[in-house]
């Protein structure tokens, strides 16, 4: 069983930067491969980036590329989601999953844990 819990969401102007952070309870956290999602209102949960348990390789959602970054520290059980030159278009519940052994899945549904969500939102 692993506890995600998100955190360091908040309100900030376009053009800003916050910085996620996904602390995950349990023994086995190098284990998992670690996704943050999103959610704004009306719309489906999407993708924003992975970072694989195997080889720590990364992925982004295209919209993100070259203003997001992913990265984790296994020895703090912990992943984090630096966001710059945020948009009003980021704005959305941001979660944080984890998927055993995945290999980066790009559904939701193909993550076993979740934690309850950080709000950002970007004001323009």
């Known amino acids: 069983q692993v506890q995600l819990v998100e955190s360091g969401g908040g309100l900030v102007q376009a053009g800003g930067s916050l910085r996620l952070s996904c602390a995950a309870s349990?023994?086995?956290?190098?284990?998992?491969?670690m996704g943050w999602f999103r959610q704004a209102p009306g719309k489906e949960r999407e993708l924003v980036s992975t970072?694989?348990?195997?080889?720590?390789?990364?992925y982004y959602t295209d919209s993100v590329k070259g203003r997001f970054t992913i990265s984790r520290d296994d020895a703090k059980n912990t992943v984090y989601l630096q966001m710059n030159s945020l948009k009003p278009e980021d704005t959305a519940v941001y979660y944080c999953?984890?998927?055993?052994?995945?290999?980066?899945?790009?559904?939701?549904?193909?993550?076993?844990?979740w934690g309850q969500g950080t709000q950002v939102t970007v004001s323009s």
């Open positions: 349990g023994r086995t956290f190098s284990s998992y491969t």
């Open positions: 970072i694989k348990w195997s080889d720590r390789s990364t």
């Open positions: 999953a984890a998927d055993w052994m995945g290999s980066g899945n790009s559904r939701a549904y193909g993550y076993q844990y």
